[in-house]
């Protein structure tokens, strides 16, 4: 029983366009969500986080929206770049608890 | 060092053999968790630690599995009579604060 899924495990974009990542939560007690980036043979890297009292938070090419509703958030990559290309990863914490629940990964490739 | 380090890089292991894995936080990190995560999965939750309290251990898997962490800083999990399903990659991660968890580069397993 995934509580937090990834739907789409690749995706290619051009280098310059955007790139769309998306995932789905079913727990409605989670009130935090982040976003990993991860290289091969490294640890995951974090890149953006927001909290559920917000519905967008942006840093620079990143940003990551919130849909509360419809349990789902995104991460926006604009414009991509060929360095982007890695596994990305959602994850999830519930109030109180500091435990992520991941998501399996979508992993994004920026042609250039 | 400025990040968070785990040792070895690689482990190989006969089946039924203990083996130790070894995390070192970013210092002055109050929170330290273990993940373990599969071939095309994402990190799943093991257990955590604020100091040298063990918190949660609701995600080890079966009682071969035992983390400690005794004086708040380095911690080591150990996995005792390993199994084939046991091959993984073992991540370590530590924080200060709720959110953003630093990750180390993980440990990959492999039980033959």
């Known amino acids: 029983d995934q509580q937090v899924k990834q739907n789409s495990p690749s995706l290619s974009v051009q280098e310059g366009r955007i790139s769309i990542l998306n995932c789905d939560y079913t727990?409605?007690?989670?009130?935090?969500f982040l976003w990993y980036k991860k290289y091969p043979a490294e640890g995951p890297t974090f890149l953006i986080s927001?909290?559920?009292?917000?519905d967008k938070n942006e840093d620079g090419r990143f940003t990551v929206f919130l849909n509360k509703s419809a349990k789902h958030l995104s991460l926006h990559i604009v414009p991509s770049q060929p360095g982007d290309s890695a596994v990305y990863f959602c994850?999830?914490?519930?109030?109180?608890?500091?435990?992520?629940?991941f998501g399996k990964g979508t992993k994004l490739t920026v042609n250039p | 060092g400025a990040g968070v380090s785990q040792s070895p890089r690689y482990k190989v292991a006969k089946r039924g053999q203990d083996v130790a894995l070894r995390c070192d936080p970013i210092?002055?990190?109050?929170?330290l968790f273990w993940y373990q995560q599969a071939l095309g999965q994402g990190p799943e939750f093991l257990t955590y630690?604020?100091?040298?309290?063990?918190?949660?251990k609701s995600g080890l898997p079966s009682d071969r599995f035992f983390a400690e962490r005794p004086e708040g800083s380095v911690s080591t999990l150990k996995i005792q009579r390993t199994q084939q399903e046991d091959s993984a990659v073992y991540l370590c991660?530590?924080?200060?604060?709720?959110?953003?968890?630093?990750f180390g580069p993980g440990t990959r397993l492999t039980v033959l």
């Open positions: 210092s002055g990190h109050v929170s």
């Open positions: 727990n409605s007690m989670f009130d935090y």
């Open positions: 991660a530590s924080s200060l604060v709720r959110g953003e968890q630093f």
């Open positions: 927001i909290s559920s009292i917000k």
């Open positions: 994850a999830a914490a519930q109030g109180g608890s500091e435990k992520l629940v």
């Open positions: 630690f604020q100091n040298e309290a063990q918190l949660d």
